[in-house]
C-alpha cells in the first residue's frame, strides 16, 4: 500500500498502480462483475458492516437538542461520504482526461467511490465524545500503566506506550476495518489498497524523534494514523 507522496514529487504519480483493484490480504485480484467495481464494494463492504453501524450509538457533537432529531456519526459519515464523491468525480474527471486513464478502464466514478469509501469509514474507530474520549483513554491508560511499572516493570516498548500516551481513533479505525471487523480473515475487511490509503489521513507512526519532525510542517505531523502493529500494512 505504499504509494508515492503527492507533495514532494507530484509528477512522478503512477496512476496505473494508485488505482490499483488488489485488496489487503488477498493475493489474487477478484473478477469484475455485474458492473460493480472493486471501489464501489469497498463502499458497499462498510455500508454492511458492523463497526459503520455502531457509529448511530455515537453523537457527532454532544448536546441537548430541544427536538428528537440527534446528530450521529452515522449520519455525518452518510453525509461526508455524499460530497466526497461528488468532489472525488469532479477532481477524477481532470486527471482522466489529463492522464488519458480511460485508456485502462478508468474512470471518473472510480475516484469518486474511493473517496466515498474513505469518507464513510472515516469516523470508524473514534470513540464516543471525540476527542475528549480519546484523552479519557489516554489518562486511563497513562494512570494504569503508571501503577503497574512499580511492581511489575516495563512491559511494553516506547512505541507502544506512545500509541496509547496519545490514543488516536483514525489509528484504532485503521487496525478495526483491517483486523477487527473480520478476524478470521487476512487484512480484515480486506478492502483495496486505495480506499485504505484514502482513509489513512496521517500516514505515519506516534514515536517519531522530534529531530526528524522538524522539517515539515502541516496538520499531518500532529497526528498518527496507525498503531506500530499495522505499520506493515502501510509499507506494502
Not at 489518562?139 to 511489575?152: I, N
Request: aromatic fraction near 12%; glycine fraction near 8%; charged fraction near 20%.
Amino acid at each position: 500500500m505504499h504509494t508515492p507522496s503527492i507533495a514532494n514529487n507530484p509528477t512522478s504519480m503512477d496512476w496505473k498502480t494508485l488505482l490499483t483493484p488488489k485488496r489487503l490480504g488477498k493475493e489474487k485480484l477478484e473478477d469484475f462483475q455485474f458492473g460493480r467495481t472493486p471501489f464501489h464494494r469497498d463502499y458497499d463492504r462498510l455500508v454492511f458492516s458492523s463497526p459503520f453501524r455502531r457509529l448511530k450509538d455515537k453523537t457527532q457533537v454532544f448536546s441537548l437538542p430541544t427536538n428528537d432529531y440527534i446528530r450521529t456519526r452515522l449520519i455525518h459519515s452518510l453525509e461526508v461520504s455524499c460530497v466526497g464523491r461528488s468532489l472525488g468525480r469532479m477532481v477524477g474527471s481532470e486527471i482522466v482526461q489529463k492522464y488519458q486513464l480511460d485508456q485502462y478502464g478508468f474512470s471518473a466514478s472510480d475516484f469518486g467511490d474511493i473517496v466515498a469509501a474513505a469518507c464513510l469509514a472515516h469516523d470508524i474507530g473514534n470513540p464516543p465524545f471525540g476527542h475528549s474520549g480519546e484523552d479519557a483513554i489516554s489518562t486511563g491508560f497513562q494512570s494504569w500503566y503508571s501503577s503497574y511499572k512499580t511492581t511489575g516493570g516495563e512491559i511494553l516498548s516506547k512505541i507502544q506506550q506512545a500509541d496509547l500516551n496519545a490514543f488516536e481513533g483514525n489509528a484504532q479505525g485503521f487496525r478495526v476495518i483491517t483486523k477487527l471487523e473480520m478476524p478470521h480473515r487476512k487484512g480484515g475487511m480486506q478492502l483495496t489498497c486505495p480506499t485504505l490509503a484514502a482513509f489513512t489521513k496521517y500516514p505515519r507512526e506516534s514515536l517519531i524523534p522530534e529531530h526528524v519532525l522538524n522539517g515539515y510542517s502541516g496538520i499531518s505531523i500532529k497526528k498518527y494514523g496507525f498503531f506500530k502493529q499495522k505499520k506493515n500494512y502501510l509499507l506494502r
